[in-house]
């Protein structure tokens, strides 16, 4: 075991796979020589070579096309995308072909493709650099959509998204890239994509959280006099609605925090499943507390937009109160 931040334990889940599989490869902008905008790659071409651990052009559209053709083609391509803002480019191979290659070929092809992007807000960077688009890409048939929150199940879950069969979307949390430090083995590990962890049991609300918001939220509810079940959902697509059910039938209450704009928002599908499988078991209206329906505002305002401890103790006790 070693004390690694996010940043680290991506680096050793990306080592770990070039030392097992010869056929994986992480090909991006700046990966290679300067070892990645976030040095989430760093010192990973010396170590492998610059065919397998290969610097890209500015061209994320080059690097997504590249990326499937090499999928389809028996290798197991990891491609950075440097902002998840810079996605909406190549979104067309990623929607018409990544995600569809293996039923548009019945089962002859697949794509086993994962795509890296930092997501979100909180490092101060412009608003092209701090979406948060989970929705469209879990709205996208085909492909998996993970989110870590800490160092010890980003490396299991980028380990298993390497090696699953199907394209998934890996989105990393800036804003917890260095702020979470915690015990990480340093061998292979795996922790399975569509399985949410419940963080803490409790018995008075559940509170749905993931990404970066997961840390946030907790630092929340240890000033709340509330006892919070905290579900980590860990990855959207898979969805582990069995977790989540069990947990609000129990509690009889839910808030769901995420920082993407509330419109079309990830919490609206848990809502919806919610009210599917156990709405006579809710006490109360389900909260959410999200980001606004606006792009992310410049510096000044970040903090703002993205929820806070007490936008999330509000509506932790407007559901108590009902």
Known sequence: MTKMNVVQAVNSALRNELKRDKRVMILGEDIGKNGGVFRCTDGLQKEFGADRV?????????????????????????????????????????????????????????????IRTPYGGGIKALELHCESGESIFAHSTGLKVVIPSSPYNTKGLLISAIRDPDPVIFMEPMRVYRAIKEEVPEGDYTIPLGKAEIEEEGKDLTVISYGSMLKYTKQALESSNYSAEIIDLCSIVPLDTETIVNSVKKTGRCVIVHEAPKTCGFAAEIIARINEKCFFSLEAPIERVTGFDTAVPFAKLENYYIPNEKRILKAVDKVMEQ
């Open 54 to 114: 290969a610097d890209t052009p500015l061209a994320e559209l080059g690097i997504i096309g590249a990326a499937i053709g090499l999928a389809a083609n028996g290798m197991r391509p990891v491609a950075e995308i440097q902002f998840s803002g810079f996605m909406y480019g190549p979104f067309d191979q990623i929607f018409s072909h990544a995600a569809r290659m293996r039923m548009r070929s019945r089962g002859r092809f697949s794509v086993p493709l994962v």
